[in-house]
């Protein structure tokens, strides 16, 4: 049974750094890309940014130039590095991971599987 598995949530002031982890598990074969969505109160969840197998990636206009994602090849990890946070970065941050890599990157039914959300809050 495969599994995503998020930490490193937690509340920060604006202008502070964050790094979230999202560690997966049971995969036979890696996924073709790895992402990262977030979804605040009210909202409808929206894509942040995309990492695939072989390490091409792609980032939220919103995040740009602010936000890192990364991956770590020996054990899989996938990594976003946020900084610059300012409370409009306020949700529930989601890892999600596509077998296949079809389908645009930055639509939740591209994804197969999902983590199970971490918080991040941004206080002004």
């Known amino acids: 049974q495969v599994q995503l598995v998020e930490s490193g949530g937690g509340s920060v002031q604006a202008g502070g750094s964050l790094r979230l982890s999202c560690v997966p598990s049971?995969?036979?074969?890696?996924?073709?890309?790895m992402a990262w969505f977030r979804q605040a109160p009210g909202k409808e969840r929206e894509a942040v940014a995309v990492?695939?197998?072989?390490?091409?990636?792609y980032y939220a206009n919103s995040v740009k130039g602010r936000f890192t994602i990364s991956h770590d090849n020996a054990k899989k990890i996938v990594y976003l590095e946020m900084n610059s946070l300012s409370p409009e970065d306020t949700a529930a941050y989601y890892c999600?991971?596509?077998?296949?890599?079809?389908?645009?990157?930055?639509?939740?039914?591209?994804?197969?599987?999902w983590g199970q959300g971490t918080q991040v809050t941004v206080s002004a």
């Open positions: 999600a991971a596509d077998l296949r890599g079809l389908g645009s990157w930055n639509s939740v039914p591209s994804y197969n599987d």
């Open positions: 049971g995969y036979t074969e890696r996924p073709m890309r």
């Open positions: 990492i695939y197998r072989h390490g091409s990636s």
